[in-house]
Structures are given as C-alpha cells and as structure tokens.
C-alpha cells in the first residue's frame, strides 16, 4: 500500500509539472502581453519599460525557472493587471465560487439523482423518455443561452430576481441553476446507466428472490452501490464548477474563480492564468489521488493490479 | 448629438495663462460647498465593463490608456485636468497656474484648505513628491525634460524645465495620457507603499473608498470637504463584464449608469421611454494604404487613394455600427486634441470613383491581398471589403487577435508585403502630434516605415523644435491638411461609445451627465444628480 501511495504521489507530481510547463507555454503561444496593457498609440520606450518590470524580456527558459521557483515557494505571482499577488486574488474569490459550485452541485444532485433513478426503474417508460429529454437539453443548451435567459424571465419580466452581482441568497438561485442544470444532466445519465448496470447484476436478483419488497432492493442493495460512480464524479465535477464555471460567472457577474481566470486570459495576464490553473490542477490532481487511495484501500486489486 | 463646443485657441501664451488664471479664479465654487451646500444623498451605481483593476486606482502608475481616469476622477485631483469642454487646463488642486513664455518653467498656486480623505492637507510637498516618483507612462519624459521642481511657499509650487517644454501643461493635466498631474498623499504612499496604496488608496478626489473587491466592486462615499458640492452619498462601481447582463440591470434599476451598449442592444434601450441612451463620441477609425509612397504600389497613384475614400460610404457604416450616432468625421485625429483639425465630411461617390480608377490605368481595378482591421471591428472590415468592390478593388479580410494586431502595426513593410490595406483605430489624448507621432510619421511607433513622406516629417521635426505658437498651430495643420489633400490616409468615421442611463439620474439630456468631451465616461463624478 505504501509504495502504491509512493508512486501515485510521483504520478502526480510529474503530472503537475508537465501542467506547469503546458500553461507556461500556452499562454505565451498567445503572444506579448504588453501591448494589451497600452492602448494603440503608446509610445515604444513605455512598453519596454513595461515589460523590463515584468521580467518578460528575459528568455523563456528563465522565465518558467523564476516561475516554478516561485511556485515552489509557495508564491504565484504578481497578477499583470490587478498588481496583486495572485494567491490572494485566488482565496478572496475561492468562497464565492465554492458558495456556488456548491449550490449548483446539491441541484444537480436534487435534479439528477432522482430522475436517474426514476429513469432506471421506469426503463423505456414515460419517465425515462422525459428524463432522456432533460439529459440532452442539459447537456446540449449552452450555458450562456440559459444564462441569459433566465435573467429576461425571472429578472427582466417577472422581477423576482436580482440581474447579477452578489449580494444576498437571491443572487444565487439563477447562476446556481445555470450551472447545476449541465451537471445534472450528466448525473442524470449516470446515475441511470449504474443503476441500471447494478440492477441486472446477480445480488439484486438473489434479493428479489429472497422476496424482499422492489423499494428495498432498489433503495438499499441498487441505488446504494450505483452511487459510487455518481459520488466520483460529483466530487470531480465539484472542482470543475469551483474553478472552471466561467461563461456563468461572466454572464452573472459573480465573482468567481472562473471570472477570474476569464479575465486572466482576456488580459493576457499570464501570472494569473498560471496561478489559476496550477491551482485547479493541483485541487483536481489532489480529489484523484485521494479517490485512487481510497479505492486501493477498499479494493487491493486494485493497488496489486496498478 | 455630439460635444460641439472646445476651447477655440490652445496656444499657451503668457497672457493666455494669465488670462486663464483669472478665468479660473472666476470659475471657482466656493470652498467647503459641500459642507455648506446641500448634503449629498441616496445612490448610484454604474455597471462597468470589464474588470476593475486596482493599478488603476494608483494615479503614480498611470498605464498612458483611456482607462484609469474613469476612477481617477472619483478618488483623486490632480492640479489641473480635461474637464467639461476644457481640454486639459480644467482648475482643480490648483486655482490658478501660470506658464513661463519661453516654456521653461511653470507655477501653480494651490487652493486654500483642500484635503485628502484621510484630513492631511495637500501641499506643494505632496505634489512635488508625486511629479518626483511619477512612474507610469509619459515619466521618461517628464524626467528627461525636469530640472527642478521647488517650493515657493505653503501654496506655491514651480516646476523648472531643462528646455522649453511646450507640451507639459497639455500632457500634464490630461487624465488620459499620463498621471504625472495627479497628486497623492506623499506620507501616506510611503508609508504603506505601492501595493498598500491600490488596497486602500487616499486621494483629494470627490469620492473616498469606503471598500474595495478587487476586479469586482469598489464602493465610495462623498467627501465632505472637497472643494465642489458632491451630490450623491454612495457611489458603487460594478465590473458587469457580460453586455446583456448590464442592460438588464438598466432595466431592473440595479444601475444607473452602463457602459459598453452593444449594437444588437441599441434599440431595446432606446425603446425603452425610462431610460436614456448616451451614444459618447470616442475614438476615429481610418485605413491606412500601406507603402502607398512605393511607385510599385497601386495606392501611389493619388487617384486611386482618392477613388478608395470616394467608394467608402461612411453613412452606412455609421447607421450599421453605432446606429448613425457616431461621426462621419473628415479627419482621423479626433477634435478633441490640441490642433485637431476640422475637416468637412468626406464624399461618397461612385460614379466618380470608378472614373478616376478608369484614370489611373485600373478599369477593372486590382485585388487587394488583404484588408486587416483593428480587432474586435472586423464587421466594420467586412463593410469596407464589400464597398471597395464596387469600383473593382477586391479585398479579403485578414482577421487578427488585438493584441496580434497591435503587435504587427509595429512591424514595417516587410511584415505586411503585397498590397494591403488596414483599417486603424484610436483614441489619444493630449494633441494631434501623438497621432502623428505614432501612426503617420517615419519610424513611427505605429507606422515603422510603412508611411514615409519626407516632407511631412521635416514639418514635423519644426513643429517639435518651435516655441513660437503660431507657428506650431500653423505647421500642425499643414501637415494635417496635406494628409487630407492627397489622401495619404482614409477617414472612415469616429464611433460612438454606446452607455446608458437609468430613470433615477437627473438628466435633460445623456450630454448632462457626460459632459467631458475628452473621454468616454462620465465625469466629473460629484456633477451627477439623483432626481428629486
């Protein structure tokens, strides 16, 4: 077990570094950030003071050493735009896109779970036609489509909600729905198809044979082990909403880490969307580590077999 | 509508100062209005664009874009500034200031009793100190060009230059150009130090931050002893970076003012009887004919640039893409800069176009190998490709990212080889010379040698070495007119900045709530009025 701790840990740690050289390289394929700091017509000496400042007139071998020094001691960067470390702008957004990957994940799980239930039960009936209809509109309506249109019904023409911005619970509901409407489709569908696979196998049919009532062999022996999977990859889709819910947060103006990092792009601001995604990856590296630990201690196959 | 009104004469004679300063004094509220006027009340919020950076909070690191005066305007003063229909010698900090002859020095007389947020008093120190540690753009200048800067007395402060400095009053009380005017708390800044002071900034400006999230939100209060009425209490600036979300919010009242209307949002606001749509006049757009003085180039023969700007029908492009709110403008440099020239509207003329295309040996025209315009306009690209096929030139659109672009309009005739076209767009500050400057001249920062006309440039060159006014003015338009004569560039039009306002704000008109013709936004912040 340990040594299996040992090696996904490595794992993991070549997989960072080779994020780290991924995004460092990226964002530079992007071109010099510098001339989006100035408008057109800015005279030459103040660009080249502008990137001397920044260290971008040193080499790119330089620059990914200074930048993994950096990281290494724990410091992000300065961010281009806002002339704040990017740590800092990185926590004080953390709780409000932690406030909403949360809401958005307990209505993917209101929404999702018990329509791919229903749908696993009630298999080709009417049920799991309309719960066939919610995946694919979940899963194929854009975001900021749904975005915008919730806030011209609710907002604009009914005047329950407030437009965007944060300020109370109300603030909440539509970027939550907006966001937690994809992930429930896509647990929708998963949880059908585990329960479904978990349904034909061969101690559900030994408990229906027991005479055990359908409730409790779906409740207790079925829906029990098909949340396994739907767990995972809520826990992943989590971090995803926690990091990468940008086109919802634009559209709502909520102050997010997406926002965040869609502004880090838009600027060209290459330490903040450095800083961003080695944060999203070491968040998402470490929910795997965990998981695959978690599944080698119930599972020893599993580390045997890795 | 658009701003008519701009100073008739900018040439900055001793008398003119002196006669100016008096002016000023005339202009003066009384000190402590606020105090003693009426009490500011209730609260705005404007929904910005993008998002809020706090560098721009710090006057000391003014980046030289049209961006940071939006909040510099609010927080901080400087010792003058654009204001109104005053392009850059509007009386803030300073009552009165007078400008040597031989533009050699400058003095400036501070008003009686002004404060910064925090209760310390602005001296000569405090601005001595921010000219001396100014950093942001323009400070290479600044510095090169300063000798001295001494205090006279408590209220008295002269700047000395090492050479007569004929642009310093021009560049130093224009917000959009540099922040070497701006003055702030000189104790205070070195107390906590750069990053300190774009947390929590003091300033001397109508508004003092009561808080601040980063890119997201910053909330002020009216300052009790600045130096004018402040009329509103709080003042929330939102960063709304989604346009649709941002008319929502006009619609729902959750702002008051909006920046950044969106053509396809034009009408829903306009249709709307609460709300107000402010089309602001911002930057100009033109194309530029590249290498148009190489005898191998198609654009060489003066007919054909001329049947270019014949063929381009500027009224549709104004109706398509700013709702004809914008301005079919005769000149590329906005007239809103010292010595920008007025140039009436340029004509649209087919028939005379394919003739003078017939006349320089092109009955079929030619094939352009591309028509690059400024990112994010290519619609406005598109339109010109199709017009240009009306007299035969047959065009594609070259599309690039901004930054792209801005990168390679630094880059010379190498990098653009062929025949092509490009289509520009700026707003700069300050004075037509920066235009030229940076796109027409010679090795340009914008221009590299894509542009070269010899002639111009040695006009230029006397126009920068001159100290004689009239003879400035005279040489900026020459040079301005000659452009215009012979077509060297195509004016397209100068475009509207689409805002908006909501019903609770007083305003007759949109020009009531942005009357400074200088800029985009909406100050000076503590003129705006709630209703009732």
């Known amino acids: 077990m340990r040594q299996f701790i040992i090696r996904r840990t490595c794992y993991s740690i070549i997989t960072l570094l080779i994020l780290s050289l991924t995004i460092f390289s990226v964002v530079r394929l992007t071109g010099d950030p510098v001339t989006l700091m100035a408008e057109p017509g800015a005279r030459a000496e103040d660009l080249a003071r502008v990137r001397t400042q920044w260290g971008l007139d040193h080499s790119w071998p330089v620059q990914y050493a200074h930048f993994v020094q950096n990281i290494l001691a724990g410091n992000l960067g300065i961010s281009f735009n806002y002339r704040m470390p990017v740590s800092e702008l990185y926590f004080e957004r953390l709780p409000n896109s932690l406030q909403l990957a949360l809401a958005a994940t307990l209505l993917s799980f ?10 696993a039960v009630r298999v080709d009936g009417a049920w799991d036609q309309a719960g066939k209809v919610v995946a694919l509109l979940g899963l194929s309506i854009p975001g900021f489509w749904l975005g915008l249109v919730l806030i011209l019904v609710f907002s604009v023409y009914l005047e329950w ?94 102050p997010g880490i997406g926002r965040l990092l869609f502004e880090g792009i838009f600027q060209r601001d290459f330490p903040l969307v450095q800083g961003v995604v080695v944060l999203a990856g070491i968040m998402i590296v470490f929910v795997n580590l965990l998981i695959d630990i978690l599944y080698a201690y119930i599972d020893p196959r599993i580390r045997l077999t890795r | 509508m658009e701003h008519n009104s701009r100073r008739s004469a900018i040439a900055l004679t001793r008398r003119d100062m002196l006669a100016g300063g008096a002016a000023m004094l005339a202009q003066l509220p009384a000190l402590g209005a606020t105090s003693a006027g009426a009490a500011p009340i209730g609260a705005m919020t404007l929904a910005w664009h993008t998002a809020m950076a706090p560098r721009w909070l710090d006057p000391q690191e003014h980046d030289g874009t049209a961006t940071p005066d939006n909040f510099l305007m609010a927080l901080h003063d400087a010792l003058i500034k654009n204001s109104g229909t005053t392009l850059f010698d509007h009386p803030a900090l300073a009552e009165r200031y007078e400008f040597a002859k031989d533009a050699k020095s400058a003095t400036f007389w501070l008003r009686e009793g002004i404060k910064f947020h925090n209760g310390e008093p602005v001296t000569p120190e405090d601005v001595k100190f921010s000219y001396e540690s100014y950093r942001g753009a323009l400070a290479s200048v600044f510095k090169a060009k300063t000798e001295a800067v001494d205090i006279v007395d408590r209220r008295t402060i002269r700047f000395h230059f090492k050479e007569p400095f004929l642009d310093f009053l021009l560049l130093f009380g224009s917000s959009n150009v540099t922040g070497a005017g701006w003055v702030v708390p000189a104790k205070y800044y070195q107390q906590v130090g750069p990053d300190g002071f774009k947390r929590k900034p003091i300033g001397a400006g109508p508004y003092k931050l009561a808080s601040q999230q980063a890119g997201i939100k910053l909330e002020f209060e009216a300052f009790e002893h600045y130096y004018r009425p402040v009329h509103i209490k709080h003042f929330t600036m939102l960063a709304v970076p989604e346009a649709a979300t941002r008319v929502a919010m006009l619609e729902r009242g959750e702002a008051d003012l909006v920046y950044g209307v969106p053509g396809e949002l034009i009408d829903r606001v306009k249709k709307n009887t609460k709300l107000m749509l402010a089309p602001v006049l911002s930057g100009s757009f033109w194309l530029e004919l590249v290498g148009f003085q190489d005898p191998k180039s198609p654009f060489h023969d003066k007919r054909v640039r001329q049947a270019i700007s014949l063929a381009v029908d500027r009224a549709a492009i104004n109706e398509a893409e700013a709702a004809g709110l914008g301005k079919i403008s005769g000149n590329w440099i906005n007239n809103d800069v010292q010595y920008g020239l007025e140039w009436p509207e340029l004509e649209h003329n087919l028939d005379k176009a ?112 001159s100290i004689d006014h009239a003879e400035r003015k005279q040489l900026a338009e020459d040079i301005q007119r000659t452009i215009l004569e012979n077509h060297y560039l195509v004016p397209v039009f100068r475009h509207a900045f689409m805002c908006g306002i909501g019903p609770r704000i007083a305003a007759q008109k949109w020009q009531d709530v942005w009357p400074t013709i200088t800029t985009g936004y909406a100050y000076p912040w503590e003129d705006i009025k709630l209703k009732g």
């Not at chain 2, 006009?459 to 920068?464: I, L, M, V």
């Open chain 1, 110 to 119: 209101l929404i999702g779970i018990p329509a791919g239930l229903l749908s």
């Open chain 2, 354 to 465: 394919r003739q003078l295309m017939r006349e320089a040996g092109h009955p079929n025209g030619f094939t352009v190998d591309w028509l690059t315009p400024l990112a994010p306009f290519y619609a406005r690209g598109e339109r010109l490709v199709s017009q240009l096929q009306a007299i035969g030139i047959r065009a594609k659109l070259q599309v690039m990212e901004r930054g792209v672009f801005l990168q390679r309009t630094q880059t010379g005739k190498q990098q653009w080889p062929g025949v092509q076209i490009i289509m520009h767009g700026a707003r700069i500050g300050g004075t037509w010379s920066n235009w030229y400057e940076s796109f027409f001249k010679c090795g340009g920062f914008n221009a590299a040698d894509r542009l070269c006309v010899a002639e111009l440039d040695a006009k230029n060159a006397r126009y920068q070495a």
């Open chain 1, 161 to 254: 909600l407030p437009t965007g911005g944060k300020n109370d619970w109300r603030n909440l509901v539509m970027p939550s729905l907006a966001l937690g409407w994809y992930f429930a489709a896509s647990l929708l569908r998963l949880t059908r198809s585990s329960m479904l696979e978990v349904m034909r196998s061969e101690y559900i049919k030994l408990a229906r044979l027991k005479g055990l009532p359908g409730y409790v062999v779906i409740a207790k022996h079925g829906f029990k082990n098909a949340l396994v999977p739907v767990l995972t990859l809520a826990g992943v889709n989590l971090v995803v909403m926690v990091n990468a819910a940008v086109i919802i947060e634009v559209v709502f103006a909520w």
